[in-house]
């Protein structure tokens, strides 16, 4: 694998704003994610603690609540509505006003903070792509992996994805507090980013053509994970410079995706120490 190859990307572009859309409320997080309520939100707001997204009750933009969904929005805040029922089931205070906040459990990072930390360590970038994972176990267990073969970090995106919270934290055995991990507005303008900075990204994906351990994966690296239910997106495939696949033996025609990441980092590792 060259890693000298050039690339004539733009940069990516960025959304500083998220749309107000639906929210398919199952939310079973632990409390100490949660804030509820428009002044502990509006002034967690504020103070730019780092908000995974806002629940808003639908219809409600008098007053408080108006402004405070401004300031969510100015700030990049994944918002969603649902109706008083939801908010209802899912509030532990049974005071929220029409707002609940799921808070992150750890800061994020920047993806350059991920750059620059594998520079420190003077080796080549060793980045986990997350296309859409949504159980707090799976994240956890990934967390958990990275830091186990040595990943600079991770990067999930901000819609459609679980973020840090009590369960994932729990999931990763306390590899939360180790791996950086940066939430960013779109994935694929990221990955943009990436190739930009002379980094290969590597999809996982059945219909590879290779399988993983006849790939080079030596040198900068992005490995895409997909989701659990529909694996990579077709824009995040077709952004990838190759697509790998794990050999399925059995019955079972696929693995779960904290599972089929990990064998594919250890993969990675055993080529990088070579």
């Not at 029409?98 to 520079?119: R, T």
């Not at 990221?190 to 053509?209: H, M, Q």
């Amino acid at each position: 694998m060259n890693n000298d190859k050039k690339r004539n990307f733009s940069k990516p572009k960025t959304n500083t704003f998220d749309k107000i859309s639906e929210a398919t409320v199952d939310d079973k997080l632990n409390d100490v994610d949660k804030l509820e309520g428009r002044n502990p939100v509006l002034e967690a707001i504020k103070a730019n603690r780092t908000i995974n997204k806002l629940l808003v009750q639908k219809g409600n933009r008098e007053g408080s609540i108006k402004h405070l969904i401004a300031l969510a929005k100015e700030k990049g805040i994944v918002i969603q509505e649902t109706d008083r029922i939801n908010l209802d089931k899912i509030s532990t205070t049974h005071a929220h006003q029409g707002v609940i906040a799921y808070v992150s459990f750890k800061d994020y990072v920047e993806v350059d903070d991920i750059l620059e930390a594998a520079s420190l360590k003077d080796e080549a970038p060793f980045i986990v792509i997350l296309d859409g994972i949504e159980d707090p176990h799976n994240l956890g267990s990934i967390l958990r992996t990275a830091n186990a073969v040595g990943a600079h970090g991770v990067i999930i995106p901000k819609r459609r994805a679980v973020g840090l919270n009590a369960a994932v934290s729990k999931a990763s055995a306390g590899a939360i507090e180790y791996v950086p991990v940066a939430r960013v507005t779109n994935i694929a303008h990221t990955i943009e980013y990436l190739k930009k900075k002379n980094i290969w990204i590597v999809g996982t994906d059945l219909s590879g053509e290779k399988a993983f351990y006849e790939s080079d994966l030596k040198g900068p690296i992005g490995l895409v994970l997909g989701s659990e239910g529909e694996g990579m997106g077709k824009l995040i495939t077709q952004k990838c410079d190759f697509v790998v696949n794990i050999p399925m033996k059995g019955e079972i025609s696929s693995l779960n995706a904290s599972v089929a990441g990990a064998v594919i980092m250890y993969e990675i590792v055993k080529q990088r120490s070579r």
